[in-house]
């Protein structure tokens, strides 16, 4: 008896050694690999695209005491670009002049270039979705110009790893609202399902040239302020790499851009929006130039409501935001009674308009949901296929909207009164 439980001992620890023991020969060392950090995709002249990887370069990145590290001349990533039939092709063909097996699995960003987007981007996003070393939270990014370019350009100040910078840089827009975290999730998501069309952050390089604009007045200098997509914020100095507005898709295909202002527009609809700071001409002034400064923030979360009064479709969007006072330079008192309350009513129309205004863009002009509108329709359908028959994406550019935003002013900084300037008004000495 003992010598039959010790030979069935024997075999349990002989399987459990089995065991661990195949997790092992799958195993690579940290000093066989090189991380890919950044992933540019560019169309190819000589192949079908030419793939850029940004790799790290582990001393520069990892260690050696605090400054620049070990990587050649201080940098702490290498740039490197391969034509080839696929990504994971070109993947394939870099291990013939890198001597690190590469790998995606500290991967975080991927720059596609305008020319692809308008090509279709669908194709090139599934052997990202399917890839077991690409996360679906990678940051998905269209580049006005070559992703190349783009990746080489973008020399960050702050930060030597550039997976930390997207990270810093994209969550921003909780407190600028001008820039969407889109990732390879929710790009793939958006594009298989009919109630919604998927979109991707904006980014490009700004060469700082001087360019002649017409002359503008006070008023639309004050809306023109955070209004750029990437490469023409009028600026100098800094990181040429922008990141703001974001790029809109019909299918896979991309259709056009919304430059910052407009995306914080889009975003209070979804309710991604967080926190901004808006500049408005003072309405009590409007012959004047005087600035209202405004922060606004999302009160809560949108009530979108779809209804089919005599068979067309209607949306209707609720809006609630809370604000604080930044800045009066006209010296009105705001704070209290009829003037604040015009001062709230002034706000509610202006947002409700510009809100209609991108809304109006993305049906007549891209003709493109973005807003996921077509979600809400399904309770009003017994099953999925009858509302895929629906086809609410080429119902959506007849569909009416309308825009409700109630606005409330909760705080006013440190001043709970303006008191008005005083100055001397009289004449001369003789009088």
């Excluded at 999730?185 to 109630?195: A, E, F």
């Excluded at 390089?205 to 023409?232: D, H, L, T």
Aim: proline share 3%; with cysteine; charged share 25%.
């Amino acid at each position: 008896m003992k010598g039959k439980t010790r030979k069935i001992s024997f075999i349990l620890l002989f399987s459990f050694l089995f065991l661990f023991a195949q997790g092992c020969w799958g195993s690579r060392e940290t000093d066989e690999l090189a991380y890919i950090l950044a992933i540019g995709i560019d169309k190819g002249k000589e192949n079908i695209i030419q793939v850029t990887f940004q790799i790290a370069l582990p001393r520069a990145l990892g260690g050696g005491g605090g400054g620049g590290g070990g990587g050649e001349g201080g940098k702490s990533t290498e740039i490197v670009s391969i034509e080839a039939s696929s990504l994971f092709g070109a993947l394939q063909l870099a291990n013939a002049f890198v001597s690190r097996d590469l790998t995606f699995i500290h991967n975080k960003v991927v720059v596609v270039s305008e020319e692809i987007a308008r090509e279709g981007l669908d194709k090139y996003i599934n052997p990202l979705v399917r890839s077991r070393e690409i996360r679906r939270n990678n940051f998905l990014l269209v580049t006005k110009g070559k992703a190349r370019d783009f990746l080489e350009k973008n020399q960050s100040i702050l930060e030597k790893n550039p997976s930390r910078q997207f990270e810093l840089l994209l969550q921003a827009k909780n407190f600028t609202g001008f820039m969407p975290f889109a990732t390879i999730q929710q790009y793939h998501s958006s594009l298989k399902t009919p109630g919604r069309q998927p979109i991707t952050a904006l980014v490009g390089v700004n060469e700082g040239k001087e360019g002649k604009e017409k002359e503008k007045s006070f008023v639309e200098k004050i809306e023109r302020e955070v209004a750029y997509i990437p490469g023409e914020i009028p600026r100098q100095g800094g990181n040429k790499a922008e990141v703001i507005g974001l790029a809109v898709f019909n299918g896979g295909k991309l259709v056009g851009y919304l430059n910052g202002a407009e995306t914080r527009f889009y975003q209070m609809v979804t309710g991604d929006f967080q926190s901004a700071i808006f500049t408005f001409p003072d309405p009590q002034k409007a012959g004047d130039s005087f600035v209202l400064v405004v922060e606004l923030k999302k009160g809560r979360s949108p009530a979108i409501k779809a209804t089919f009064p005599q068979g067309r479709p209607v949306i209707e969007v609720n809006l609630i935001l809370e604000g604080e006072i930044f800045s009066i330079q006209s010296g009105i008192n705001y704070k209290r009674g009829q003037k604040e309350a015009d001062l709230q009513k002034f706000l509610e129309d202006y947002i409700s308009q510009e809100v209609r205004k991108v809304i109006a863009k993305t049906q007549k002009e891209f003709k493109s949901d973005i807003f996921g509108f077509g979600e809400r329709t399904r309770t009003y359908f017994w099953t999925w296929k009858d509302w895929e028959n629906f086809d609410w994406l080429e119902r959506y550019p007849q569909a009416e909207i309308k825009v409700n935003t109630r606005v409330e002013i909760r705080r006013t900084g440190l001043m709970l009164k303006t008191e008005p300037v005083e100055s001397y008004t009289g004449g001369g000495q003789n009088e």
